[in-house]
């Protein structure tokens, strides 16, 4: 039979993991924003490293706020659609000039078989 101050022993060591496993576990999560942003080079990395430590201190109200602000940045196209309607724009303006172009040959085409 095992006695009884072993098992209280046994009882606390696993609390004692418990507890360092749960604060272990909440500095992690409360660092992702900043390792979403380190992952995009974020220009605001260091801000939102701060801040996610300070939303240790308010219960991580802010820690989603966070999480939006570290995503909303993309190294491709910074922080709006800007480039991308670029882009869009562009393809559409060469799409029109090809549409053009065929119905044009079309014309060409329709006119020789008559």
Do not use: C
């Not at 072993?6 to 418990?18: E, H, K, P, Q, S």
């Not at 922080?79 to 029109?96: A, M, P, V």
């Amino acid at each position: 039979m095992i006695p009884d101050y072993i098992l209280t022993y046994v009882a606390l060591g696993i609390l004692v993991f418990v507890v360092l496993v749960m604060f272990y576990g909440v500095i992690v999560i409360h660092d992702i924003p900043y390792e979403i942003a380190k992952h995009r080079n974020h220009p605001h990395q260091d801000a939102i490293h701060v801040a996610g430590w300070v939303s240790l201190f308010t219960l991580h109200v802010l820690w989603p706020f966070l999480w939006i602000w570290a995503t909303i940045y993309r190294p491709d196209r910074g922080w709006g659609f800007n480039q991308r309607l670029q882009k869009d724009e562009d393809e559409i303006s060469t799409l029109k000039q090809e549409l053009a172009a065929l119905q044009a040959r079309m014309a060409t085409l329709e006119q020789t078989d008559k």
